[in-house]
Nanobody, 121 residues
Framework: VQLQASGGGLVQAGGSLRLSCAASGLTFGNYAVGWFRQAPGKEREFVAISWRGGTTYYANSVQGRFTISRDSAKNTVHLQMNSLKPEDTAVYYC????????????????WGQGTQVTVSS
């Protein structure tokens, strides 16, 4: 199983990025999928989750700015990030787990390698 995260980069505050997470060896439709991030010197934190049934949930800090979505045909999950702020700067990781409850606490059997997002002020 491999999760490949991509789409990070350098963007000015107020800008947008779309992250992608492509899976091989598992079908996202059978899993809850989430995004997490870790800023330098800080612990990894929850960003967004898409439960198997399609329900989504976001951290308060990104609610209304970020959107998690699934592309079943491509077995890919996206994180659309709008109105980016310098405090969004972090390495972003995707993860998948058969238990949405477990994933929402940051526990998962499957993690992507991370993609760097840097937002300049």
């Amino acid at each position: 199983v491999q999760l490949q995260a991509s789409g990070g980069g350098l963007v000015q505050a107020g800008g947008s990025l779309r992250l992608s997470c492509a899976a091989s060896g598992l079908t996202f439709g059978n899993y809850a999928v989430g995004w997490f991030r870790q800023a330098p010197g800080k612990e990894r934190e929850f960003v967004a989750i898409s439960w198997r049934g399609g329900t989504t949930y976001y951290a308060n800090s990104v609610q209304g700015r970020f959107t998690i979505s699934r592309d079943s045909a491509k077995n890919t999950v996206h994180l659309q990030m709008n109105s980016l702020k310098p405090e969004d700067t972090a390495v972003y990781y995707c993860a998948a787990d058969s238990s949405g409850g477990r994933l929402s606490t940051g526990q998962s059997d499957y993690w992507g390698q991370g993609t760097q997002v840097t937002v300049s002020s």
